[in-house]
């Protein structure tokens, strides 16, 4: 059973932007942080960036000021707004749910790939 449903990856140029989506159903979305994670081939996954169930966001160092996390209460969806990419920001974009209750949910990932 899917409880999180990530979309918008692809190939983009090194400068631009992409939007990855993490939808996700009422209940987790409103009891629950969001965390994007992201993995390179032959790396580690690491964290990008998190969003709080009250919206207080945080980012990696590597990412500031480039992306952007939000939440969408009428559409029980965050957003991951990746501007300025890098081909070292290539890599699959999880998303990840997490409250107390029922710890971690993770969606299937998108691939995210910038070409130089």
């Known amino acids: 059973q899917v409880q999180l449903v990530e979309s918008g990856g692809g190939l983009v140029q090194a400068g631009g932007s992409l939007r990855l989506s993490c939808a996700t159903s009422e209940i987790i979305f409103r009891t629950s942080a969001i965390l994007w994670y992201r993995q390179a081939p032959g790396k580690q996954r690491s964290l990008v960036a998190t969003?709080?169930?009250?919206?207080?966001?945080r980012y990696a160092d590597s990412v500031k000021g480039r992306f952007t996390i939000s939440r969408d209460n009428a559409k029980n969806t965050v957003y991951l707004q990746m501007n300025s990419l890098k081909p070292e920001d290539t890599a699959v974009y999880y998303c990840k749910a997490f409250n107390w209750e029922q710890g971690d949910t993770w969606g299937q990932g998108t691939q995210v790939t910038v070409s130089s």
């Open positions: 969003i709080t169930s009250e919206g207080t966001p």
